[in-house]
């Protein structure tokens, strides 16, 4: 009796066996080594899935954008080898930073906010994001310590303002009166924005704006000078306020009451003109870094590809 049942459960074993290595070869099969490195089926799989939904492209196209997400998979794997020859390690901090720094760029305050946009509207997890935020880290600092990747010039950087300045967009002289939520209730909403009406009513009544600022505003920053924001960029403001305010255009001209994210605002305006060199001359040695670095990045990875071992497996494979 005890040995049909060892013999049943032998069975059992080699049954759930061979189906496991099945569900393996389907789901996890190795379609490419980079130098002994595997790439497995389903992560290439997983990727293509999110591509598809941001970018639209006949089904004759499947095998050619398939075959340059493995592409990409292909070239991480060679900067992460690079990276761990070079005791490279971007760690947790470091994408944190970025992170956050990205948050503050998109006027969102909070982490569950920003995980709802990459769901909802980029089609990734928060945790996909941050496994690419740190594969980008990755390649810049291997570009930048194993490779060496030469900054622009002044005047390489005034040279791009001078052929972009039609493009670089306007920046506005403003003035503002600020009144800040104390909370995200209906009665705090309505509390601030009966007060702002009711200094709005003062200016119009003959007070002048200036004085109103100084009286009333709470941005502690500008209202000593009867809120002077000076010189500013749109994209450098809450995007519901630039939004409202971008229609401006009369020197003296003064808005409604205004809200953003964090509260109410009265604005003036007082001018508007390109944007000047100085104030995006850091944003434009940015611009020409990246280009310099996506163009020795290529090179690097087309060169590296050929001195590495790699092997493709993936049945369509097409050639770039």
């Not at 598809?52 to 070239?75: C, G, N, Q, V, Y």
């Not at 995980?115 to 509207?121: A, G, H, V």
Request: hydrophobic letters at 40%.
């Amino acid at each position: 009796m005890i040995k049909k049942a060892c013999i049943l459960m032998m069975a059992f074993l080699a049954t759930f066996f061979a189906s496991t290595a099945r569900a393996w070869e389907v789901f996890d099969r190795i379609i490419a080594v980079v130098n002994d490195r595997p790439i497995v089926e389903s992560e290439v799989n997983a990727r293509f899935e999110q591509y598809k939904k941001l970018k639209k492209f006949p089904a004759s196209k499947t095998s050619f954008h398939r075959s340059r997400i493995l592409d990409m998979f292909i070239e991480e794997s060679l900067f992460v080898q690079t990276a761990e020859e070079e005791s490279i390690i971007v760690g947790e901090r470091k994408v944190d930073d970025f992170i956050e720094k990205m948050m503050k760029r998109l006027s969102i305050d909070t982490l569950d906010e920003f995980k709802e946009k990459l769901e909802s509207k980029d089609k990734i997890s928060y945790e996909e994001y941050r496994e690419q935020v740190r594969n980008s880290m990755t390649k810049e600092m291997v570009m930048s310590i194993a490779v060496g990747v030469t900054p622009p010039s002044e005047e390489q950087a005034k040279e791009w303002y001078r052929k972009n300045a039609g493009k670089v967009g306007f920046e506005f002289n403003i003035n503002h009166i600020f009144l800040r939520l104390k909370g995200r209730s209906l009665a705090e909403e309505r509390r601030v924005n009966n007060e702002m009406k009711s200094i709005h009513a003062r200016i119009r009544g003959g007070m002048s704006f200036d004085e109103a600022a100084k009286k009333y505003s709470e941005d502690g920053s500008t209202k000593a000078r009867g809120g002077a924001m000076g010189w500013v960029r749109l994209s450098d403001m809450d995007r519901f306020l630039a939004m409202q305010i971008y229609g401006m255009s009369r020197p003296g001209q003064v808005s409604g009451v205004l809200k953003s994210s964090a509260g109410y605002h009265i604005v003036k305006f007082n001018g508007k003109r390109t944007v000047q060199y100085d104030s995006i001359r850091d944003l434009i040695f940015n611009i020409l870094y990246s280009e310099r670095l996506g163009e020795q990045m290529m090179k690097w990875s087309e060169q590296k590809r050929k001195e590495s071992e790699v092997k493709i497996f993936m049945e369509d494979y097409v050639m770039n």
